[in-house]
């Protein structure tokens, strides 16, 4: 079944976090029925940029999903520590694995399609069966399944951000799915990118560090509820920011004075630019709450290619 892409496409979005995902959906031509978010920093956040939103805080292990029957699209950013390689990898076996519950509201909820992103990890082959019972549990409820991989860095953003998607899509209802391509720009660098956020305070070696700083970031990382503060990555990940010119052991609060000398740390706005949030985006929470947010969002330039793709298979 055909829609007319005038009457509108809704979406069901689980696990919204702080609103890179959705606001990619909204660039798409997705409208929210309903946003289900478990962390009451991050509700906050989409209550206060999108008041006419319906965010609902609530588990997703426990949410009923009936209401919303013949919603468009289910989607939602998973939580990624069980396939990713900075955690134990346990997959099914980890208590954060919220398939199981997605699968549910998908039975419950009947969408003509599904979208799923999470950690590249989970395309890994220590996970083939998992992603094989997930295809399987699909392909009873009447779906076609197809998983893919992007960098970030090939859809404009100034960032290398791996992640993995799954596209469900409703068999004999639906247009085929054609995977976006990758622009044929380079992507964009950090000095470039917040190399405007950098001087606003009038540092003087701002254009020399904007000149340095000439590569996309390193993948941001938001850290979970049990580990990880306001600093951008073990060492690994700050060694590759230093080489950039930036110090990666944490945030600063505002951008350098003028006499400033050394390496500079990010600011909260300039950590949301490099995952494409608009500017005027406001994170609601202290330092932590608001850099998790921020750092275990999906880009919003790679939620929009991606979400457009799903729509033309709906339209």
């Known amino acids: 079944m055909k829609r007319n892409a005038s009457v509108g496409l809704k979406s069901l979005e689980l696990c919204a976090g702080g609103g890179g995902a959705a606001l990619g959906m909204e660039e798409a031509g997705f409208t929210p029925i309903a946003l289900v978010e478990n962390d009451p920093h991050a509700c906050a956040t989409l209550r206060r940029n999108r008041p006419y939103w319906n965010v609902i805080q609530a588990d997703v ?29 346990l997959g ?32 890994a082959a220590r996970f083939d069966s998992f992603r ?53 720009n380079p992507a964009p660098t950090v000095g470039i990118t917040v190399g405007d956020l950098m001087a606003e305070d009038g540092w003087r070696g701002a254009d020399a560090w904007a000149k340095r700083a000439s590569a996309p970031a390193p993948t941001i990382v938001g850290g979970s509820h049990k580990h990880g503060g306001p600093d951008l990555g073990p060492t ?54 608001a850099y998790r947010q921020v750092g275990n969002a999906l880009p919003v330039k790679l939620a929009a290619r991606v979400a457009t793709a799903v729509k033309q298979c709906l339209v």
């Not at 939602?76 to 955690?87: E, H, K, M, R, T």
């Not at 920011?241 to 609060?253: E, I, K, P, S, T």
């Not at 951008?255 to 995952?275: D, I, N």
């Open 236 to 289: 690994r990940a700050r060694r590759q920011w230093a080489a950039l010119g930036v110090d990666g052991l944490g945030l600063a609060d505002a951008p350098p004075p003028k006499r400033f000398s050394g390496m500079p740390r990010l600011t909260l706005p300039m950590v949301a630019r490099l995952q494409c949030f608009p500017d005027e985006w406001a994170f609601v929470g202290a330092k932590t709450h």
């Open 61 to 89: 292990r426990r949410f009923d999903a009936a209401y919303w029957k013949g919603v468009d699209l289910v989607s939602g950013g998973l939580p990624c520590p069980p396939f990713s390689i900075a955690g134990k990898q």
């Open 132 to 184: 094989a019972r997930i295809d399987s549990a699909l392909d009873t409820l009447g779906f076609d399944v197809f998983w893919t991989g992007f960098n970030a860095a090939d859809f404009d953003v100034p960032q290398v951000r791996f992640r993995a998607f799954l596209v469900a899509l409703r068999r004999n209802e639906t247009n085929p799915l054609k995977w976006p391509t990758a622009s044929r």
């Open 92 to 123: 099914a076996a980890d208590e954060r694995d919220l398939f199981p519950a997605m699968l549910r509201i998908v039975k419950d909820s009947q969408p003509r399609a599904i979208l799923i992103e999470n950690v590249r990890g989970i395309l």
